[in-house]
C-alpha cells in the first residue's frame, strides 16, 4: 500500500511542500523549518476539484481508517489490514465509499481558509469501525459473541467536493449523481482544528529530534521529550526497560491502565480469575494492579496480538532515565486513542478458553484511564532483533515491513 499524498503551504516561506498522511512532523526542504502538525479531532483533508460548475461547492466527508481490524469468536481468531472509507453523512446521492481515490489523489488539510461550504460529519468513528467490521468480506460476520477491534494508524476524515444547483455533480469527474439533495442549511465552514507549531524545545530551545512520522520527538541537549499538542510541544515522561546487554534499538509500547466496566479486572488474581490462565494465585496477585502494553509501533494484525499478550504477561519494569539513550527510538506512530480500542481483543487473546471468557464479561467495557510510553530493548542478531530479559525476538522484515504499511 502506498502512502498518500498530501501537499501544504510552508507557514513559513509559502513553499508547496509534499508530504506524507501519517507525517506529525511538518518538514520545510526549502525553507527547513520543522514544526509539529497536530489537529484537535481527527485529521481532515480535502480533495480538490477538478471541474468546473456553475452550482454551489460543498464538501461531503467520509471516515477513512487504514490498520488492524480483529475479530475474535469463541473458537477463532481472525484479522485483516484494512484500508477503507464510508460515507460519514446521510447523503443519498453520494457513493458509499471513496474507493481508490484516497490512493490516486492529492490531498489538503482542511484550513479555515478552505473555499467551500461543508457538510458535517453525522456519523461518529465509532460507529463507522462498528461498520467496516461488519461490512468488511474476510471478516466472518456471525451471530453469537466476538470481540473486535479496529486499531489504526489514520483515523481522518476525507472531503469530496460536489457541485449542487437543481443537480449534484461530483466535483472530480463531472459525473451527475442525481437531483439536488443537501440541504444547505446544514452547510457550515471549516473551523481552525489544525495547528502547526515549533519544534524547538520548549525547555530549552534546542531542536528537537525524532522520526517525522513519530508522536515522540527528544531533546538531545536536557534530556526531555515531546508531544505534539494545540500550544505546541507537550511534555511526555519516556520510560525504558533496563537491560545489562548492548541494545541496538528501543521499540515503544503503550502501557494502558484502564477501568473495566461490567466485570471485575483490576489485579492480576482479577486477570487470572476472568481468563482462566493456568497460574497459581499467589498473594501478590490480589494487590497488584494489571495494565495492558501494546505495540506502539505499525506491526501486522498476528504480530500485535501476540507482542501484547506476551508483554502484557510479563509486565516489564520500566523506570525513568535521567538521560536518554543514545540510540534510535522507534517511532511512535499509533496514538494513544488507538491503542486503547485493542483492549478487548488482547483479553481475549488471553484466555485459553474464549469461550468461557464470552458470558463473564458481556455487556461490558473498557474505560481509558491513563496511557505511558516503555521502551523495551533489543538487541541486534542477523535476522531478528532479540529482548534479552523476555527471551522474545521479533524478525528485522516485521519491523521493516511495519514502516511501509
Ligand atoms: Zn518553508
Ligand atoms: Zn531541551
Known sequence: MNGVHLSHQCPQCGAPVELEETDRIFSCPFCQVRLFIHADGPFEYYLKPRITHPGTLIYVPYWRFRGNAFVLGPLETQHKILDSS?????????????????????????????????????????????????????????????????VGDVLSLIYQPVFQNDELVDGITGQYLGPAG?????????????????TLCPQCGWDLVGDRQSLVQTCPHCD????????????????????????????????????????????WADLIRLTNLPRAILPWMESTAFSFRVPAFKIRPELFLNLSAQISLYQPEATELETLPRIPLHPVTLARTEAF??????????????????????????????????????????QEFVQPEMSMAIQKNALFWSTTL
Not at 101 to 110: D, K, P
Not at 182 to 198: C, D
Not at 353 to 377: C, M
Open 86 to 150: 464510508l460515507l460519514a453523512a446521510h447523503s443519498p446521492a453520494m457513493p458509499p465509499s471513496l474507493g481508490l481515490r484516497t490512493q490516486a489523489m492529492h490531498l489538503s488539510f482542511v484550513e479555515p481558509t478552505t473555499d467551500g461550504l461543508f457538510l458535517p460529519a453525522d456519523m461518529k468513528s465509532p460507529d463507522f469501525k462498528a461498520r467496516l467490521l461488519k461490512s468488511l468480506p474476510g471478516l466472518a460476520t456471525r451471530t453469537g459473541p466476538s470481540l473486535t477491534a479496529c
Open 182 to 198: 443537501i440541504n444547505v442549511e446544514t452547510l457550515g465552514r471549516p473551523g481552525s482544528h489544525l495547528h502547526f507549531a515549533s
Open 224 to 267: 526531555t521529550a515531546w508531544e505534539p499538542g494545540a500550544e505546541g510541544g507537550q511534555p511526555v515522561t519516556l520510560h525504558f526497560l533496563h537491560t545489562e546487554e548492548k541494545p541496538a534499538l528501543y521499540l515503544p509500547f503503550w502501557n494502558l491502565r484502564f477501568r473495566a466496566k461490567g466485570f471485575r479486572l483490576q489485579t
Open 341 to 382: 480500542q485493542a483492549l478487548p481483543v488482547i483479553l481475549g487473546r488471553l484466555a485459553p478458553a474464549r469461550k468461557n471468557l464470552f458470558p463473564k464479561i458481556q455487556g461490558g467495557s473498557f474505560g481509558p484511564l491513563e496511557a505511558r510510553i516503555e521502551y523495551l530493548p533489543f538487541v541486534e542478531e542477523p
